[in-house]
């Protein structure tokens, strides 16, 4: 019987640098902060703009509170989050939280937004039934499914007149300067950026979801916070010249 021969994933190469503007898109409040605020802070501290869009409030987040009252304190623990990594617009759709729905609907908000914001980089969150590869991972959402797949498609839209007419009728032309999509958090990446230069930040913005965390776990927030973000940021670091990094995969356009 022959051995099975397992294969080293390859190595991934450095994010592109040559842009001014990103748009980073996705459902819940704490989706960017688990991993990859740290590279945020990175390219904010370069000069570059980096604004936020967020699908919900999390409202259905916290099963202590009743979603009204947890809408105004995942809203402002984001916008406390975003600041700490230099990050100044956060938007949000109002989806339902736990039922967003993939469609017209939600392409055509993210596509409005792709044309408020002219980003020459887009980042979202995995969009695959799982969080790792190959079969038996942990299973996603399906709010995250719905939006990671519509920020894909809404790339396109953005610069096409002709799919949301609707929208030039609002004085929102076409905007076809969306050159990557970058997807954090995917089974198959490709591409890194360092997270040293960001890492105590992420770390803190992380932090500022304390609601969410303090529901989420009995784990001391910040030995909780620290730990799962370095060991994230070290394994991915194995692929990236030991260098602890942020992991997208990288989808051109």
């Known amino acids: 019987m022959s051995e099975k021969i397992e294969q080293t994933p390859p190595a991934l190469e450095p994010m592109p640098e040559d842009w001014r503007r990103a748009l980073a898109v996705v459902a819940h409040p704490d989706d960017l902060e688990y991993g990859c605020a740290a590279a945020i802070a990175h390219w904010t501290d370069g000069g570059r703009e980096v604004a936020y869009l967020l699908a919900t409030r999390g409202e259905a987040g916290i099963d202590t509170l009743d979603p009204a009252a947890c809408a105004p304190v995942r809203e402002a623990e984001q916008r406390a989050s975003a600041a700490v990594v230099g990050v100044e617009t956060v938007e949000f759709l109002d989806h339902r939280d736990g039922v967003i729905e993939y469609g017209i609907g939600l392409r055509r908000d993210i596509a409005a937004a792709i044309r408020r914001h002219k980003p020459e980089l887009v980042i979202t969150l995995n969009h695959r039934d799982t969080w790792s590869p190959g079969p038996g991972g942990p299973w996603n959402t399906p709010d995250h499914l719905a939006v990671g797949r519509a920020t894909l498609d809404a790339a396109a839209d953005a610069g096409n007149r002709w799919i949301f007419p609707e929208l030039t009728e ?67 670091g194995d692929r990236f010249g030991g260098v602890p990094a942020v992991a997208f995969e990288l989808f051109a356009r």
């Open 170 to 236: 609002q004085g929102l032309e076409p905007w076809d300067g969306v050159r990557w999509v970058a997807v954090a958090g995917s089974t198959t990446s490709t591409h890194a950026v360092s997270a040293e230069p960001g890492l105590e930040r992420g770390i803190e913005s992380l932090l500022c979801h304390r609601a969410y965390i303090e529901a989420l776990t009995d784990q001391d927030p910040e030995e909780y916070v620290r730990e799962f973000l370095t060991g994230i940021a070290t394994r991915t």
